[in-house]
């Protein structure tokens, strides 16, 4: 079951902040944050694991309500270096596999 | 410097071909993950393997193929019975196999983008 992104998009100006929404129907073992500019790689940012621990980038944090099965990632203090679409990936098994949201879309202007 | 290495960048398919993309890591990561990328969605698992010698697959398997006979490649073949092919291929690996729960980051390669002729 493919996990829910809120928004699908949005726009800011440099400084301010933004939250971006994943919310899954499933169970939840971990909640991954992955960042994609057009035509390239995705890139981890963060993953945060069942229990509260979370392994990632150091300007960017993340929540995750095990009982709710969501986790909220946010952007503070925007740069333009932060525009790009940025997907949660949820995992509610056994292993490391992942089912990705559809991604929300982030442009910083200047 | 370690990473994941996919090519071609760019292919392009004929009716009734079979095309194979290339994966190679030098991470030592014993999982590795091929996903398909449509425009405005998100990424989807075609197959998955979390040691040599074994694969599984994910949620759009059908027309597909993979091997897993080294732990540094994981081929995708894309065959004849892939009827809508065009779309953006990434491979991704990561450390961990069986016994890790979700706990590990996918590092992903640059992509292959196939379309059809």
């Known amino acids: 079951q493919q996990p829910v992104q809120s928004p699908q998009a949005v726009i800011l100006r440099e400084g301010e902040d933004a939250v971006i929404n994943c919310s899954s129907s499933?169970?939840?073992?971990?909640v991954h944050w992955y960042r994609q500019k057009h035509g390239e790689a995705p890139v981890f940012l963060m993953i945060l694991l069942k229990g509260g621990e979370q392994k990632g980038h150091e300007k960017i944090s993340a929540s995750f309500n095990e009982k709710k099965q969501q986790s909220s990632l946010y952007l503070t203090a925007s740069q333009l270096s932060y525009s790009g679409t940025y997907f949660c990936g949820t995992n509610g098994e056994y292993g490391n596999k992942l089912v990705f949201g559809a991604g929300t879309i982030l442009r910083v202007k200047s | 410097d370690g990473g994941i290495t996919q090519s071609p960048k760019y292919l392009f398919r004929k009716e009734g071909q079979n095309v194979t993309l290339s994966c190679e890591q030098n991470l030592n990561h014993d999982a590795m993950y091929w996903y398909r990328q449509d425009p405005g969605q998100g990424l989807r698992l075609i197959y998955y393997?979390?040691?040599?010698?074994?694969?599984q697959k994910g949620d759009i398997a059908e027309g597909y193929s993979v091997s897993r006979e080294k732990k540094e490649s994981f081929p995708l073949t894309v065959t004849s019975a892939q009827k809508n092919p065009t779309a953006f291929y990434l491979c991704?690996?990561?450390?961990?196999?069986?016994?890790?729960?979700?706990?590990?980051?996918?590092?992903f390669g640059d992509g292959t983008r196939l379309s059809i002729l």
């Open positions: 991704a690996s990561s450390m961990g196999g069986s016994v890790l729960t979700g706990n590990q980051p996918q590092h």
């Open positions: 393997s979390q040691i040599v010698n074994d694969f």
């Open positions: 499933k169970a939840l073992y971990s």
